[in-house]
């Protein structure tokens, strides 16, 4: 079965910090940019960062930049998001994406051919 794992969410205070990780099953991501998207209650999905296949590229949304670090392991098949000095308005569902292609379009994965089924993230105080 090909799918991604999503771990690594809580409830955390704000200004406290979370690493989410998403794992592939069934292939590996080697060969594929990664994005991590997020969705409100309420709102929309919407893109937060990007890495390129092979990690060279990393690209972020204004919202989440300096905050945020994307990386990935290809070793392990497996993308981390380091998010610091989290925000109530960080809380979120948190998903991570597959593209179909080794490159990103700004900090959007597109063309998605995988996605995780999410990871919850609170942060209140």
């Known amino acids: 079965q090909l799918q991604l794992v999503e771990s690594g969410g809580g409830l955390v205070q704000p200004g406290g910090s979370l690493r989410l990780s998403c794992t592939a099953s069934?292939?590996?991501?080697?060969?594929?940019?990664i994005g991590w998207f997020r969705q409100a209650p309420g709102k929309e999905r919407e893109g937060v960062s990007c890495?390129?296949?092979?990690?060279?590229?990393?690209k972020y949304a204004d919202s989440v930049e300096g905050r945020f670090t994307i990386s990935r392991d290809n070793a392990k098949n497996t993308i981390y998001l380091q998010m610091n000095s989290l925000r109530p308005e960080d809380t979120a569902v948190y998903y991570c994406?597959?593209?179909?292609?080794?490159?990103?379009?700004?900090?959007?994965?597109?063309?998605?051919?995988?996605w995780g089924q999410g990871t919850q993230v609170t942060v209140s105080s």
């Open positions: 069934g292939f590996t991501l080697d060969s594929y940019a």
């Open positions: 994406a597959a593209s179909a292609y080794s490159y990103c379009s700004g900090y959007i994965a597109r063309n998605v051919r995988y």
């Open positions: 890495i390129s296949s092979r990690g060279g590229v990393t």
